[in-house]
């Protein structure tokens, strides 16, 4: 029977793969009318499995060094492919640490999900190696220091752009849509 290391780095490495199945898909160009509503919701759903890496105990893996999980993946594709689907809208303005500053930067869609991409394939490298805690450790450290934040700010964005193309359309069409959805 796995331990409760083994099962969450399983459960993790599952949805990481979900993740980035998804979101390739959607880079392809696949279908294009549902990418921001797909890309929130898988965004939204790793954002989940962050959260749970964030809530335990810090993981510590068995090593004092990271074993080299092998060549990096190459993600440009990803990220080109990305950034030609959100053309016009994928960069975005946000603050640096809401906490401690009010200094603004700006941001790219493109970037934080290719950035997720990169952490998430660089922890699905050591699991595929069987170094279960070796994985954990990673997703939660790269969730803490980075993709997390990223993450937050994609499905921000992402809900704020779904936000407008949904409740930024024509008076007179909303307006059909509701009766027809209240008298149908």
């Not at 594709?77 to 950034?83: D, I, N, S």
């Amino acid at each position: 029977m796995p331990d409760e290391t083994t099962l969450l780095a399983d459960e993790c490495a599952a949805e990481a793969k979900s993740w980035l199945a998804t979101v390739a898909d959607i880079a392809s160009g696949a279908a294009p009318e549902s990418a921001i509503p797909l890309l929130l919701l898988a965004t939204s759903q790793i954002q989940l499995v962050g959260a749970r890496l964030g809530a335990i105990t810090d993981v510590v893996p068995e090593q004092r060094f990271e074993a080299d999980p092998g060549p990096d993946t190459e993600l440009d594709p990803l990220r080109v492919g990305l950034a030609q689907l959100l053309e016009g809208i994928d960069d975005y303005a946000d603050v640096v640490d809401p906490v401690v500053s009010t200094e603004l930067a700006r941001g790219s869609l493109s970037n934080d999900l290719t950035a997720i991409a990169d952490a998430l394939t660089h922890g699905l490298a050591h699991h595929e190696a069987g170094r279960a805690t070796e994985a954990l450790w990673w997703w939660q450290y790269s969730y803490l220091a980075d993709w997390g934040d990223r993450a937050s700010m994609a499905a921000r964005v992402l809900q704020t752009l779904l936000a407008h193309l949904r409740l930024d359309a024509d008076p007179d069409v909303a307006g059909e849509a509701a009766f027809d959805a209240l008298h149908g």
